[in-house]
T-cell receptor, first 116, second 112 residues
């Protein structure tokens, strides 16, 4: 998956700690999406961001989760006070197009978050 | 809530066989995308279909979008071990077509 870069690839945290997941979109892409893949489930949409704006965060839990995509630097998905149920693979995708286009989303290789 | 059901969930075949996997929903999608995902990696886009009845071919892979834009199929001819992977379909709804709804996937194993 050349292009969309996520780091770290694996992240281990203890309950109550904070997790920060980073995503650099493909060159030329200004739209970023975060998805979560729980074991035995499909990918679930969490949040859609453009530079400095959150467009749709309807899939993101209201508490402990936040996302940003600053003018400079990668998009960050932040999970505070992690719990065991946060263990999952978190994928970032990016696209070049506008909100209502059919521009395909290109995915990174994900961050596997494990909570001890 | 839109749901995409993929079938079969698991498929194990011999090299050279043909196969079809399905993606069905009761909802209408403005577009549908097929991805393949390898273990430990992210989904890789194979194709996007937009028009009802549309057929797209990618070498030995043929993708079809249903006339009503509620379902899709992926047909692989003369499967090879390199085709092994998790095949995911993802639909985008009209009005919020950035929000992809994913099926749980079909895990295909092609045995040499």
């Amino acid at each position: 998956n050349a292009g969309v870069m996520q780091n770290p690839r694996h992240l281990v945290r203890r309950r109550g700690q904070e997790a920060r997941l980073r995503c650099s979109p493909m060159k030329g892409h200004s739209h970023v999406y975060w998805y979560r893949q729980l074991p035995e489930e499909g990918l679930k949409f969490m949040v859609y961001l453009q530079k400095e704006n959150i467009i749709d965060e309807s899939g993101m839990p209201k508490e402990r989760f936040s996302a940003e995509f600053p003018k400079e630097g990668p998009s960050i998905l932040r999970i505070q006070q992690v719990v065991r149920g946060d263990s999952a693979a978190y994928f970032c995708a990016s696209s070049p197009g506008g909100t209502y286009s059919n521009q395909p989303q290109h995915f990174g290789d994900g961050t596997r978050l494990s909570i001890l | 809530t839109q749901l995409l059901e993929q079938s079969p969930q698991f498929l194990s075949i011999q090299e050279g066989e043909n196969l079809t996997v399905y993606c069905n929903s009761s909802s209408v999608f403005s577009s549908l995308q097929w991805y393949r995902q390898e273990p430990g990696e992210g989904p890789v886009l194979l194709v996007t279909v937009v028009t009802g009845g549309e057929v797209k071919k990618l070498k030995r892979l043929t993708f079809q979008f249903g006339d009503a834009r509620k379902d899709s199929s992926l047909h692989i001819t003369a499967a090879q071990p390199g085709d092994t992977g998790l095949y995911l379909c993802a639909g985008a709804a009209r009005g919020s077509n950035y929000k992809l709804t994913f099926g749980k996937g079909t895990l295909l194993t092609v045995n040499p």
